[in-house]
């Protein structure tokens, strides 16, 4: 049973099938085009996403928008101190503001970032900045269906390869991305962050934590490391933190807000001026960072509410029972389930299309298409020039959506398994010219099709 009730709520709809084609081909066949008024349970994404507290609308009510010396940026300080252990921060407006920030003022031309696996604009950024993005999963994580309790892990073999390839010389900075979303939304356990964190101090390079969902993966810490079976979420939490010397954080995930994110720095040195600087060049002055008063009141709650034990712990079960309710209707789902998410493998679900079709952009316009539920592809459209398979994220904003919606998600994706062979692959007839975000606007057709997109 959940331990809050509805304070607000939203109408939505669901667009008649001829109008849901139609929306489909006016984007692209880019869900990201679609308007959200055309979409029925939006889980393209959970950031930002979620529904705020009474507690956190009360806190936005008296947020304080003084430019500099603002009491909501020492609210939201504190926070950050006594949730995640980081005694100073260069807040932002989101978490790739942070990222701009920190790989910024880390990465140089010719560099190598490790990370268990960069996400999107992680890896963009560090491409940015003249470096180059190396992934360091461990050999569980590529596998759907291994039992393996920490599939987020690092390989630190694999990362000691790259050093000795590279020279520790070019290896500014070790990232650890709890959970890892690039891989599933799967956790990292304490332990594997203990020998990152060993690994990045023998090369002299920064060690950053990637702490967007830090809460749901202190929960399954909780759940599945036995030397933390009796510990609270907000103490795994600290633990798990404390090898880090800086984080990322986007308030969008964990921070349960709509907007903000901040980079975390354990000592007030070059990197915390280096960050600062920049900080106030790119997002704004040092007690706001681009963020309103309001919000950083609100981001100073949701920290907090974040790591209550009932809060996470039913986050993370209807994440489960989504994945349960896929799996029950043959949906080729990843498991296990991760804290924010489903990930379907679309290679499993729709064999007939070739890889290079994008069989997961298929899926996904297929899941809009059959019932105006709107995901996101995490393979090869997503991530060009690798050779990840092609999932499927079903991300499941906070605080929002009911059973019967999840019921309607996992009844949608059953029925494009059950037509799969009717389903067509795609081409991309245009794409940015930066590679690593180019699912966020690029514009496809299908391969039997003879018209192009209209956008």
């Known amino acids: 049973m959940r331990s809050y009730k509805a304070a607000m709520v939203e109408p939505v709809r669901l667009l008649a099938r001829e109008d849901r084609e ?149 290896v500014p900075a070790v990232v650890l991305t709890v959970t890892n979303n690039s891989m599933a939304g799967q956790p990292v356990s304490v332990a594997n962050t203990r020998e990152v964190a060993a690994f990045a101090d023998q090369i002299d390079a920064t060690f950053v934590v990637d702490a967007c969902r830090f809460a749901e993966n202190a929960h ?103 994945a349960d309710a896929l799996a029950d209707r043959g949906v080729p789902v990843y498991r296990p389930a991760g804290g924010h998410a489903v990930y379907v493998n679309a290679n499993d679900a729709l064999p007939h299309i070739p890889r290079g079709d994008y069989p997961g952009q298929a899926f996904v316009c297929e899941l809009y298409r059959e019932g105006g539920v709107r995901a996101v592809e995490l393979g090869r459209f997503a991530f060009p020039g690798t050779d990840r398979d092609d999932l499927v994220r079903l991300a499941v904003p906070r605080r929002t959506y009911g059973p019967d919606h999840l019921e309607h998600v996992a009844d949608t994706a059953a029925a494009v398994c059950e037509r799969g062979e009717a389903v067509s692959g795609f081409e991309v007839v245009s794409e940015p010219a930066m590679p690593e975000l180019r699912h966020f606007s690029a514009e496809l057709r299908p391969v039997d099709a003879a018209e192009t997109p209209s956008r």
């Open 22 to 170: 139609a929306a489909l081909r006016e984007a692209g066949f880019n869900v990201f085009n679609l308007d959200s008024a055309d979409v029925f349970v939006d889980l393209l994404t959970d950031s930002g996403t979620g529904t705020m507290s009474t507690a956190q609308w009360a806190a936005l009510m008296e947020g304080d928008e003084a430019y500099a010396g603002s009491d909501s940026f020492r609210e939201l300080r504190d926070a950050v101190r006594d949730v995640m252990g980081f005694e100073h921060l260069v807040p932002a407006h989101q978490g790739r503001g942070a990222e701009n920030v920190l790989y910024g003022a880390l990465v140089d031309d010719g560099d190598v970032v490790l990370n268990n696996a960069h996400f999107d604009t992680t890896r963009a950024h560090v491409a940015a900045n003249g470096g180059e993005p190396v992934d360091c999963p461990v050999p569980e994580a590529r596998d759907g269906d291994s039992d393996h309790p920490f599939k987020g892990n690092f390989d630190v073999d694999a990362a000691r390869e790259v050093v000795d390839d590279v020279g520790a010389e070019n």
């Open 220 to 322: 399954f810490v909780g759940r599945r490391e036995d030397e933390f079976a009796d510990c609270s979420v907000a103490a795994v939490a600290r633990e798990q933190l404390s090898y880090a010397d800086a984080c990322v954080m986007s308030g969008k995930k964990d921070g349960l807000v709509n907007v903000g994110g901040f980079v975390g720095l354990r000592e007030r040195g070059d990197l915390y001026e280096q960050c600062r600087q920049r900080g106030i060049l790119y997002e704004g002055f040092s007690t706001y960072g681009g963020m309103s008063g309001r919000d950083m009141a609100a981001f100073a709650v949701g920290l907090r509410e974040a790591v209550d034990p009932p809060y996470v712990a039913e986050r993370v079960a209807q994440v489960e029972a989504l």
